[in-house]
């Protein structure tokens, strides 16, 4: 939510600017603007709607040649996305440039006094208040090398709520400064040049080299001084280097119309790389990662999963094996409830956050809730170095690569899968499993590659499904055991993509209430579980089919090879190969990305970047 970059070093600050916010407008594309220091002044350029609107405006007036500058690119939240909100804001005076990332929760006081000393406002953000203190506390601050950064130790005190904040000042034409609580910032080390980003994207195309910043830490990047991280006190702090495991070609669309055509297409890999190094040659479990004690494992007796949005999805599916594999209790809940029901919590319960970017909110919010209540946290993140993983006692990465579109398809199956192994882990160490059944569950996870490989084969004809649904006005998506999650993740991407109204129910609750939505050519899609399921769940769901039909339904049918009990019925049928009970989320998920992506595309939507979404919501 809201991407930030900042540049100092020999190159033209805003070529490398723009390079960086190309790359991290998928967290928000309201509005976008630049701030350039060149010989002591401050020049700004900003425009509300997406950052080709200020690319446009630079075409016609370039800003001066500067080697120091910051970026920012927007997702609102106070003030509407206009040219006046858009960021960088400036100080009254002009002499200090602010980005911003999250809300300054107690800016009406600070815009208050701000006004009281004669300041007037620009904007309607939260963020100018940042300036104008910025500017104020400068002004106090002895001269000397560390001033702006003192301003911003002052400044930052006084700042309730999230934020990133990077800041220029016209006065320090090689230096930035910038600070962090609750929002992300991440340092990048190039030889004589420096960069700051909300995520290494913003800086990939120039340096793997990148630096953690902790909570409350104020960092200074100057052409001479090279980086100085503090805390708001003053004191120095050793940042934590790291080197980024991927380069800037897995950030590109690499001949694919969209990122996310890009993404769904490295699924195979992303399942591949998640299980990589992790499934032993003993045909048990490796996980390193995880630093939790056998012994803390062994002591669990209550399983929490908590997360937004897929990642929910992730673990309402996860739920189902987990249980069944470890006979733990799970609950599976929304980060944005979690912590305000209340929930019964203590040393023997582990919580699992799962989050691809490592930085929302709400999760990030439920997760220190569970850890003040002494629980154990397990994070499963894509993003190394991220937030939710540097706070959580254990960590397992899901190795699915830069996801670059807002909707999620590769870090979905990548969730599922590290899910999986979280739970089949617990099996292992609890020894609820024997080895030789571990052994026969990682056989099926290994052959997951391959037969999501097979499903993306196949898509042609789903694609042309997709064409013939763009007028729809409703699409409703029916499963049950674990096809239910499925279900309202297709659902999930359907609305996200291409602002169609759906809905995911639980088959068996059809008959219940949703049954009366159908209607005349109503197109619902079923995703059947294996005839292996339990309990004649298959047998009931192909009934179910038969039910919507029967009342006018269009029925859409993903079904595994060889389910012929289902062909009556349906008006089309999508195949996935046969695997598994629980490991057929992985290849029934895939096609309704695909049917998603289809149909927002046909709508003329663009699908890496649907209307009012942001792909990392660093907000609550
Ligand atoms: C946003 C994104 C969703 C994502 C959710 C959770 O709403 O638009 O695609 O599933 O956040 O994100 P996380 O990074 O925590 O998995």
């Known amino acids: 939510m809201c991407g930030i970059v900042g540049y100092v070093g020999p190159q033209d600050a805003l070529d490398v600017v723009l390079e960086g916010l190309r790359r991290l407008e998928y967290r928000g594309y309201d509005s976008a603007g630049v701030a350039v220091l060149a010989d002591g002044i401050l020049a700004t350029a900003k425009k509300a709607g997406k950052l080709a609107n200020l690319e446009k405006v630079l075409a016609e007036h370039s800003l001066p040649e500067g080697t120091t500058g910051i970026g920012h690119t927007r997702w609102a939240t106070h003030g509407g996305p206009t040219d006046r909100n858009a960021h960088p804001h400036l100080s009254a005076d002009g002499r200090v440039a602010v980005v911003h990332n999250g809300i300054i929760e107690n800016f009406a006081v600070l815009r208050a006094e701000c006004e009281a000393a004669g300041v007037e406002f620009t904007s309607e953000t939260d963020t100018e208040v940042a300036a104008h203190l910025l500017a104020a506390a400068y002004a106090e601050t002895p001269q000397g090398p560390g001033r702006l950064a003192e301003a911003m130790r002052r400044v930052s005190r006084r700042l309730e709520g999230a934020f990133t904040l990077v800041a220029s000042h016209a006065d320090e034409p090689d230096t930035l400064v910038a600070s962090r ?247 292992q160490v609890r020894g609820i499993k024997y080895a030789d059944e571990v052994a026969a569950i990682v056989a099926d996870l290994r052959r997951l590659p391959d037969a999501v490989r097979e499903v993306l084969d196949r898509m042609e004809p789903v694609r042309e499904l997709g064409r013939s649904l763009a007028d729809a006005d409703t699409i409703l998506f029916l499963g049950r055991h674990v096809a239910f999650p499925v279900a309202l993740e297709g659902a999930l991407k359907l609305k996200e993509l291409a602002y169609i109204h759906a809905e995911g129910f639980a088959a068996g609750e059809l008959k219940h209430g949703p049954i009366a939505l159908i209607d005349q050519g109503t197109p619902v899609v079923v995703v059947v579980p294996s005839p292996r399921a339990r309990e004649s769940v298959h047998g009931k769901v192909v009934s179910n089919i038969q039910e919507v039909r029967a009342r006018g339904a269009r029925t859409i049918v993903i079904a595994e090879e060889g389910d012929e009990d289902v062909v009556p019925f349906a008006d089309h049928v999508v195949r996935v190969p046969r695997t598994p009970t629980l490991m057929a989320p992985i290849v029934t998920a895939v096609p309704l990305q695909v049917l998603a992506c289809a149909i927002a595309d046909t709508r003329g939507y663009d699908v890496d970047q649907p209307r009012n979404l942001a792909k990392s919501v660093t907000v609550e």
């Open 181 to 427: 609580r609750n929002s992300p910032l991440v340092v990048g080390v190039g030889d004589g040049e420096y960069f700051l980003g909300s995520d290494v994207a913003a800086f990939i195309a120039h340096t793997r080299d990148a630096l953690e910043l902790g909570q409350d830490q104020v960092v200074e990047i100057d052409c001479e001084r090279g980086v100085t991280v503090t805390d708001l006190a003053g004191n120095r702090v050793e940042p934590t280097a790291y080197t980024v495991d991927w380069d800037a070609a897995a950030a590109e669309k690499g001949g694919h119309d969209w990122f996310m055509l890009k993404e769904i297409a490295e699924q195979p890999q992303a399942v591949a790389d998640t299980l990589l190094g992790r499934l032993g040659e003993d045909g048990g479990l490796v996980l390193d990662e995880v630093r939790l004690s056998d012994q803390d494992l062994r002591d669990i007796d209550k399983v929490f999963v908590v997360s937004c949005g897929t990642s929910y999805h992730a673990g309402l599916i996860a739920k189902y094996a987990i249980e069944h594999w470890t006979r733990i209790p799970v609950e599976v809940e929304v980060a944005s409830e979690f912590r305000y029901r209340d929930p019964v919590l203590d040393r023997s319960t582990l919580v699992v956050v799962i989050s691809q970017s490592g930085e929302t909110m709400d999760t990030l919010m439920a997760l220190r809730h569970a850890k003040d209540q002494k629980a154990r946290v397990l994070a499963i993140c894509n993003v190394n170095g991220s937030t939710i993983p540097r706070e959580s006692d254990a960590v397992l990465y899901t190795h699915a690569g830069p996801e670059v579109a807002v909707a999620s398809t590769k870090s979905f199956l990548a969730q599922i899968v590290a899910c999986y192994l979280v739970g089949l882990f617990l099996a």
